[in-house]
């Protein structure tokens, strides 16, 4: 965790240090007076990494092929949708306009199919008389739903008691009656034109409408076919997929290349992630969307806000220490020459305090009793006080209960250095 001091102290004087002779070592206390200020907090994660572009595209071809035209160079501004390369296309541009000769035959097929059926149902009309197949196929539908309510009527009769039975009579009757005028109006219809022509004209109109369906059919067919060879022309273009630069470029005009080759990959830089590794015991205070100050080595003036907008739940182990990937994404500066794979770094802002009551971490200690307490200047007289600490960055910590601003704190530091004896 990288700490950042935001306010300053105010040191009010030094006490000259008391010298105590020990052996050949000599140690000294020196003491500040520190005056207790409201200034700003700010406690940061902090972690490095190099740069990416959130939109990366390696462009290839989906079938092999050889290389036609080359559109752009290495380092070019592109827009969606802009020529990247293209392969030869001539047996591609032969097979499309084979697949829509086809499909324009499978729809002239289906029209005559059509004509056919017409014509044959046509001479079925005529052959059975004045009647149309629209009668024929009411007059049957009258006996199928007969049928089929006579049925209903005996099977409800078959499932009651005798006494019931009679109640059923009138309606079975009628049933029958219905069934037998149905048949006879079919009969009337057709059952004296039921002769080896029309026996024939029905076959004709049976094959005919089987004979469309089948034309509908390779209609479907062949513009699926048709579709397929579009599909795999217009493949043998690369386009650009979003607007970018021209990151690289692998081929030359004129090469063979295979499906698996990167023709070209597409950046765009205007969006731009840094990821870094947060230890486990800084993760748990890393939150999406929390703000992020990001560093690039190759422009140290430059300061980007970024945002985490990812926080990896799968651990890894670095050294020894379990670390999550973090991301944090941000929007190039427009002016900035920031690249793919720059090194940079970032304080992720965990934790902010304005105009708090700050005192210096070292000024606190504990006493016996195992409470917080700063050592006070009043009137002249040190004094101990019992605080309440809130957040620290490590170098200051927000006081929340105890002390008031313009106190003053006794800060003690002791070492020691070598020297003769006196």
Request: aromatic letters at 4%; charged letters at 20%; glycine letters at 6%.
């Amino acid at each position: 965790m990288k700490m950042k001091r935001i306010a300053p102290f105010l040191i009010l004087g030094l006490v000259l240090p008391a010298m105590l002779s020990c052996g050949s070592r000599q140690s000294s206390a020196t003491i500040e007076l520190v005056k207790v200020t409201r200034g700003d907090l700010t406690v940061t994660v902090s972690g490095s990494g190099n740069l990416n572009v959130l939109n990366d595209a390696k462009l290839t071809f989906s079938a092999a092929g050889r290389i036609d035209k080359i559109y752009v160079h290495e380092g070019d501004r592109v827009s969606t949708g802009d020529k990247i390369a293209s392969l030869v296309t001539d047996s591609l541009e032969l097979a499309v306009s084979q697949a829509q000769v086809s499909y324009a035959q499978s729809q002239a097929a289906v029209t005559q199919a059509e004509v056919v059926q017409k014509t044959a149902e046509r001479n079925l009309n005529q052959a059975l008389g004045s009647f149309d197949m629209s009668q024929v196929d009411a007059a049957q539908a009258d006996v199928d739903q007969a049928t089929a309510y006579l049925q209903n009527v005996t099977t409800n009769m078959a499932q009651v008691s005798p006494l019931q039975q009679a109640n059923w009579a009138t309606t079975f009757a009628y049933a029958q009656a219905r069934l037998a005028a149905a048949e006879a109006r079919l009969n009337a219809i057709v059952g004296n034109n039921d002769t080896d022509e029309v026996s024939i004209a029905r076959l004709q109109v049976q094959s005919a409408a089987q004979s469309t369906d089948l034309a509908r059919q390779s209609v479907t067919l062949a513009q699926k076919t048709l579709e397929q060879t579009e599909k795999q022309l217009n493949d043998a273009t690369l386009v650009a997929p979003f607007p970018g630069i021209v990151g690289s470029l692998n081929v030359k005009e004129g090469d063979n290349i295979s499906p698996a080759l990167v023709i070209a990959e597409i950046v765009d830089p205007s969006g731009m992630y840094l990821q870094i590794q947060t230890d486990e015991i800084d993760v748990v205070n890393v939150s999406l969307g929390q703000r992020a100050i990001i560093s690039v080595d190759a422009e140290p003036s430059l300061k980007i806000d970024g945002k985490v907008t990812l926080i990896s739940v799968v651990p890894l182990s670095a050294s020894g220490v379990v670390v999550y990937n973090t991301k944090l994404s941000f929007a190039a500066p427009e002016d900035s020459k920031l690249r793919t794979g720059m090194s940079a770094s970032a304080d992720i802002v965990t934790t902010e305090r304005k105009s708090v009551l700050l005192v210096p971490d070292r000024a606190i200690g504990t006493n016996k009793a195992g409470q917080n307490v700063v050592t006070l200047l009043v009137n002249g007289k040190n004094e101990e006080r019992v605080i309440t600490p809130g957040v620290s960055d490590g170098v200051q910590t927000e006081v929340l209960k105890g002390l008031q601003e313009g106190d003053t704190v006794v800060v003690r530091t002791a070492s020691q250095s070598a020297s003769g004896l006196f």
